[in-house]
């Protein structure tokens, strides 16, 4: 079984709009759901949450940041890649552009980012944990799968891409292609 399908050739809107209806459900389930249910499950396990100064305002700052960089990287897959996030309608070109520059998966990074900072903000070490589980599980599982996928299709670009441009941690100065 095939995990990650080139997306059919379609004008950019369409891919930007299969993006944002992609990121709606998935959004609605790891991002506001899951952490719903955990605190939860936090509540009835009696397990206490914390309080710290400025907590709100740092965690919607974090939110926020996190929302905005994962805007951006649907919207330049969806433009330069000519697909979308999602494997199974995914980029049909090697996208190093905008925060891809920065750091390989900026999704993910700004998806579980979102969630830790969502976890802060409601002072739950449970919403938190779920966060850094989501990150270890994302680079054992997912990342291999789809480095490899990628290497497949793009070979040698890919391959001084991957090299140039850390997975978690962004570059002080922007890659550009053939770094």
């Known amino acids: 079984m095939k995990v990650f399908i080139p997306a059919a050739p379609r004008p950019a809107w369409q891919n930007v709009m ?9 959004w609605s389930v790891f991002i506001v759901g ?3 249910l955990i ?4 509540a009835a396990l009696g397990i206490a949450g914390f309080e710290v100064a400025l907590q709100k305002e740092i965690g919607v700052v974090g939110m926020v ?13 969806a433009v330069d890649g000519k697909g979308t996030p999602f494997p199974a309608d995914t980029a049909r070109n090697l ?13 993910a990074v700004g998806g579980l980012g979102f969630a830790l900072a969502l976890g802060f903000w409601m002072g739950s070490p449970l919403v938190m944990a779920y ?29 001084r891409y991957r090299d140039a441009v850390r997975c978690w941690v962004p570059r002080l100065r922007p890659y550009r292609d053939g770094d």
């Open 18 to 26: 299969r993006t944002v209806a992609q990121a709606l459900v998935f």
């Open 65 to 77: 940041l996190m929302a905005l960089i994962n805007v951006w990287a649907g919207a330049v897959m």
């Open 95 to 107: 996208v190093v552009r905008g925060p891809y520059r920065a750091v390989r998966n900026p999704m």
């Open 131 to 159: 966060a850094v589980c989501g990150g270890l599980v994302w680079n054992v599982a997912a990342r291999p799968m789809e480095e490899r996928d990628l290497e497949a299709r793009f070979g040698a670009s890919y391959g």
């Open 34 to 36: 899951i952490p719903r």
């Open 39 to 42: 605190l939860g499950a936090q």
